[in-house]
């Protein structure tokens, strides 16, 4: 095949949607007012905040004043999980329960949350990445605040019990927040249905703008503030709003939501067309659940390839991807995800993740599989460690 | 600006003496696979020079670009000079290496000064010892994640 750029780090971030960008043009030269200003251009810019939060509700299926602008995932899960904490501890209740996996924007959160007196549980998350809900059950103690539980793995895209989760938490009068994400816009939300308290999530991860995310928080449960000053966001998140972010948010999100199912069908064939093919590469492996996936994430490891080194010879051919390897995380140590699912390292630092989004096509699945063997063997072929598994000093582990 | 300098991608993209000598002089192997780096060397030496030298490497970019460059620069030396080369001259003949990758340097000179070693006691050759400083010894804690 003829040589071509596909883009498949998808989880990373995505591409702009027309529609998207067609939402968010008017917000610069024409509807530019400030929603505080009681005049008409203000106000214009108000109704269409207005109606933004309605199209975003309509699609978590909660109420719009139940949704708060935020600047991103990372904002929304401070915010989320330090507005249960502060809640939790005021009836003297310091104690949380999560995953040993989520993202760094939780994990760190709650490491700040330990040193300010709260006891957090981390649950294991077994070795196909995916936790159940009689253990968050047999976690959760009476004086637990929070439960916080990802979505979506946005490394190995597994997808958590969340309803079930949802439910055990309503029972036992715990919060639950949820990190989705990677989740929404891609597989059906529903924090109604799914029993979720708080949820964060981010344009970007579905063909909206950076920079701009919204959490939901069910009413009655009360939010502190992260960002003090105006009243915007019913007080809750100072600033002025980002009207064309949020704009081109509301839009992205409604069209993914609009082709959820035939997105869904489309990429979950394409995911499994990969992994069949990639899985044809000797002492190669899956990382986390085949079926209790994201319909575009695909994550293997391949024995005694190191990850960066797979990433610069994908980029050579054309290929984006990313890797857990620690090489490519500024530390020696490789990602907590795969490290979580109990893998050895050496399988951790040769690990590869393609994220497909709607904008892949069967094509660059089939370069994909053209390439990726090649690109495999040419790391190994320098490898000292495959080597090792080829001579039989050290045993295969895939 | 990428992340690795063009010299860095060359030596990557076409590194220079893979392979493995079968029946080398002296083998220096350092690294682990928990760190994600292992260095392997071998050298061919004759009247103290070092006529021919392999690598293989599992790691990254620096880390393969390094074993390459590093081979590069004590082929045909003798072993005196070998001795001499320092992870510094390794990442300043690859344009620099970032900050976080300058350990791959490091295991190249460890890798060569463990080839020359093995050299030295296959074959009985006296030497300071002081020379080749066990390097788990000073190894540095890497950065927390």
Redesign the interface.
Known sequence: MEKRTVYADNAATTAMSERALEAMKPCFMQIYGNPSSLHSVGQEAKELLGACREKIAACLGCEPSEIYFTSGGSEADNQCIRSAALFGARKGKRHIVSTAFEHHAVLHTLDKLKKEGFEVTLLDVHKNGVITAEEVKAAIRPDTALVTVMYANNEIGTIQPIREIGKVCREAGVIFHTDAVQAVGHIPVNVREDCVDMLSLSAHKFHGPKGVGALYCKKGLPLSTLIEGGAQEKGKRAGTENIAGIAGMAAALEEACENLGANMARLTAMRDRLIAGLLKIPYSGLNGDPVRRLPGNVNMSFE?A????LI?SAD?EGICLSSG??????????S?VLMSLGL???IA?CSLRITLADTNTEEDVDYMLEKLPGVVNRVR???????DYVSGKIPHVL | MALYSEKVMDHFTNPRNVGVIEDADGVGEVGNAVCGDIMKIYLKIDGGVITDVKFKTFGCGSAIASSSMATEMIKGKPLSQALELTNKAVAEALDGLPAHKMHCSVLAEEAIRAAIKDYYDRHGIEYDKSQFPDPHEEEEEGPED
């Open positions: 005694g190191e990850g960066e080194s610069l050579a390897s620690a090489c490519t995380t500024a530390s020696l140590k490789p907590h050895p390292h050496e630092h072929s320098l490898s000292s460690l495959w080597d």
